[in-house]
């Protein structure tokens, strides 16, 4: 993950795109690597839908590419309006946004490129963090119960309560 953010910036920075060479390192890095960890997160909680994980990974990346041109769309209406929080629950909304305000900040007149000083709890950037990381812990945790809850080829289903019925064990033996 972190050697195709690299080569991505890399990239970037080779064709003097002003979002890549006037931002700093640090907030665009994480972003990118915040996005990459979405992306597999996505890709697991897909694959517990379906019987084989490269059909989950097309999903997912097709959701990903479709979820960018709707947020270039969302960008247009929105743009002289807040952002809705609601839309930071789709992580590549998110994402996309958070890229764009970067963009954004990297080449209209008036605007300093974005630096770590800007991550502030109120910037949208700093909120599109915010949603990709914990987008990243819910989506994971929701493929986790769904592989074990769901039936699949491999391994035992387990009941629908296991969580709470595993905690409820692992506490009465702690207690023994």
């Known amino acids: 993950m972190l050697l195709?953010?690299?080569?991505?910036y890399a990239r970037?920075?080779?064709?003097?795109l002003s979002v890549f060479t006037r931002t700093a390192f640090l907030p665009l890095t994480l972003l990118l690597v915040l996005w990459a960890n979405q992306v597999v997160a996505l890709?697991?909680?897909f694959a517990a839908f379906f019987n084989k994980s490269r059909v989950a990974l097309v999903f997912t990346l097709f959701f990903a590419v479709g979820g960018g041109i709707i947020s270039l769309t969302n960008e247009n209406i929105y743009q002289d309006t807040q952002y809705p929080i609601g839309f930071?629950?789709?992580?590549?909304?998110?994402?996309?946004?958070?890229?764009?305000?970067?963009?954004?900040?990297s080449?209209?007149?008036?605007?300093?490129?974005?630096?770590?000083?800007?991550?502030?709890y109120t910037?949208?950037?700093?909120?599109a963090m915010l949603a990709l990381t914990l987008g990243t812990i819910v989506y994971g945790a929701v493929a986790v119960?769904?592989?074990?809850v769901l039936p699949s080829e491999f391994g035992t289903r387990r009941p629908w309560h296991y969580p709470v019925s595993d905690l409820m064990a692992f506490l009465s033996k702690r207690q023994k």
């Open 12 to 16: 970037g920075a080779g064709a003097a």
């Open 107 to 120: 080449y209209e007149p008036g605007k300093q490129p974005f630096t770590y000083k800007d991550m502030t």
């Open 88 to 105: 930071y629950v789709w992580p590549p909304f998110a994402f996309y946004h958070g890229l764009q305000m970067m963009n954004a900040m």
């Open 4 to 8: 195709s953010c690299l080569v991505f």
């Open 145 to 148: 119960y769904l592989y074990n």
């Open 43 to 45: 890709a697991f909680f």
């Open 123 to 127: 910037n949208d950037v700093t909120l």
